[in-house]
């Protein structure tokens, strides 16, 4: 098992920045891939953004494309999520999630491609 620490969320106006953080302790040493998800009162639950844990590269969902940067901290085994011009459609719970297990069709944007998911940090904004 995995345990995450997830923190950065909050109330921010339109057009404002928030960076979340997750760190993550456990079995983390066959970390594949690490992502973000969120979750909006009533919507399924959608990818924003991943990257490899070893590599470094990132993929995002078009929605974040552009204003959001996923970035890792190896040594602290954390993963963050800099989210800049927010919207209030960005309102959401964000999950930060990880992948213990090489799926060889995968393209680690969907939630059935990761074994281990936090507890999720709020993020509202306001118009």
């Known amino acids: 098992q995995v345990q995450f620490v997830e923190s950065g969320g909050g109330l921010v106006q339109a057009g404002g920045s928030l960076r979340l953080s997750c760190a993550a302790s456990g079995r983390t040493l066959n970390t594949y891939f690490r992502g973000w998800f969120r979750q909006a009162p009533g919507k399924e639950r959608e990818f924003v953004a991943n990257i490899r844990w070893s590599g470094g590269n990132t993929y995002y969902a078009d929605s974040a494309k552009g204003r959001f940067t996923i970035s890792r901290d190896y040594t602290k085994n954390t993963v963050y999520l800099q989210m800049n011009s927010l919207k209030p459609e960005d309102t959401a719970v964000y999950l930060c999630?990880?992948?213990?297990?090489?799926?060889?069709?995968?393209?680690?944007?969907?939630?059935?491609?990761?074994?281990?998911w936090g507890q999720g940090t709020q993020v509202t904004v306001s118009s």
């Open positions: 999630a990880n992948s213990r297990t090489y799926r060889s069709a995968a393209s680690y944007t969907e939630s059935r491609d990761y074994d281990d």
